[in-house]
């Protein structure tokens, strides 16, 4: 409903594997950033192209959970001049936490 009434917030799909075409605020991926559905190489591309795409002190959320309702593991990272700090850590945390946090553009 907001993306409807608040032409501010905005809610858009994207190939990870491919730049941002314009810097946002904020990129929330939720159970997508899963070490079994991309190799290292691949990661380090996903998140050369998110840090690109955020806005300076821009956020990332990631994480995932098994079933409904049960606890997220995740974290919220910000973006700085050489990669990302965690901020904010959910559960187990997220299960790249140690990639996002290595990631050094």
Same mark, same amino acid.
């Given at each position: 409903n907001?993306?409807?009434? %608040?032409?501010? *917030?905005?809610?858009?799909?994207? %190939?990870l /594997?491919?730049?941002l075409s314009?810097? #946002?605020?904020?990129?929330?991926?939720m159970?997508v950033? @899963?070490?079994?559905? *991309?190799?290292? %190489?691949?990661?380090?591309k996903?998140?050369?192209?998110?840090?690109? $795409?955020?806005?300076s002190? $821009?956020?990332?959320?990631? $994480?995932?959970n098994q079933?409904?309702d049960?606890? #997220? %593991?995740?974290g919220?990272?910000e973006?700085?001049?050489? $990669?990302f700090e /965690? #901020?904010?850590?959910?559960?187990?945390g997220?299960?790249? @936490?140690?990639l996002?946090?290595?990631?050094?553009?």
């Amino acid at each position: 409903n907001t993306a409807k009434t %608040d032409p501010r *917030f905005q809610l858009r799909q994207h %190939d990870l /594997l491919t730049p941002l075409s314009k810097p #946002v605020h904020i990129i929330r991926a939720m159970n997508v950033l @899963n070490p079994s559905y *991309f190799s290292e %190489d691949e990661f380090f591309k996903i998140l050369k192209h998110i840090h690109e $795409g955020l806005n300076s002190k $821009g956020v990332l959320i990631t $994480g995932s959970n098994q079933e409904a309702d049960t606890t #997220v %593991d995740g974290g919220i990272y910000e973006k700085n001049k050489d $990669g990302f700090e /965690l #901020v904010e850590q959910s559960g187990e945390g997220s299960p790249i @936490n140690n990639l996002i946090l290595k990631f050094n553009k």
